[in-house]
């Protein structure tokens, strides 16, 4: 059984500010899964990292598979109070089926 | 459908009653899986099926917790005999091939008292 190990567990910052969130495992996986989830909802996918060293952009947010694909990270810049939310990590194993989830950031950004 | 529904939203049960919970997956997704969420953070993998068949249930405590897919109907979660600690937040997902973005419903609220 894969262990995802998710750091901060909560960060609160400012409007504007930068921060980085960590998932990281001793197992490699086949693909990660950055999710967001919102109060009352379930998680939305954000994105699917593959490949060792893959850095994908969506708008302000920047991801990172190590190597050996066994961490990733998330880095926000200019945070904004929509940024809210639970962040979670999924690491699928070599046969890709089952997601197993990291314990989550949770990001307050305050305006 | 378009989303994956899940009934009821909340579910109220005594200690020791018996709660079932429900999820129709998304039309043509094959994949289906349940998790728990404890404390609005920790997302605990319970059980996955491949159709009507179960592909893991490492996560499942065995001794009051089953799951079923089967054909036509939606998929279920059932706990006998609720025990405080099962209080929780219930979500299934579902995703058409074995790898890829897992789509969620917006949970079941289990309250156990």
């Known amino acids: 059984t894969q262990l995802l190990e998710q750091s901060p567990q909560f960060l609160s910052i400012q409007e504007g500010e930068n921060l980085t969130v960590y998932c990281n495992s001793s197992?490699?996986?086949?693909?990660l899964q950055w999710y967001r989830q919102e109060p009352g909802e379930g998680p939305v996918l954000l994105v699917t990292v593959v490949t060792g060293g893959e850095v994908k952009k969506l708008k302000r947010l920047t991801f990172q598979f190590g190597d050996a694909r066994k961490d990733s990270s998330l880095h926000i810049t200019a945070a904004q109070p929509g940024d809210t939310g639970l962040y979670l990590c999924?690491?699928?194993?070599?046969?890709?089926?089952?997601?197993?989830f990291g314990a989550g950031t949770r990001l307050t950004v305050k305006p | 459908g378009e989303e994956v529904a899940q009934t009821p939203k909340h579910l109220v049960r005594g200690e020791g009653q018996k709660a079932k919970l429900y999820c129709a997956p998304i039309?043509?997704?094959?994949?289906v899986f349940w998790y728990q969420q404890v404390l609005k953070n920790e997302f605990k993998f319970l059980i996955s099926f491949q159709n009507e068949n179960v592909f893991d249930e490492t996560g499942m405590p065995k001794e009051r917790f089953s799951a079923k897919c089967l054909p036509n109907s939606p998929c279920s979660l059932e706990i006998q005999a609720t025990k405080l600690e099962d209080s929780a937040v219930y979500f299934c997902?579902?995703?058409?091939?074995?790898?890829?973005?897992?789509?969620f419903g917006e949970g079941s609220r289990l309250t156990v008292l």
């Open positions: 999924a690491g699928a194993d070599n046969n890709n089926n089952d997601m197993r």
């Open positions: 197992s490699v996986f086949s693909s």
């Open positions: 039309k043509g997704h094959s994949y």
């Open positions: 997902a579902s995703r058409r091939t074995g790898a890829g973005e897992l789509f």
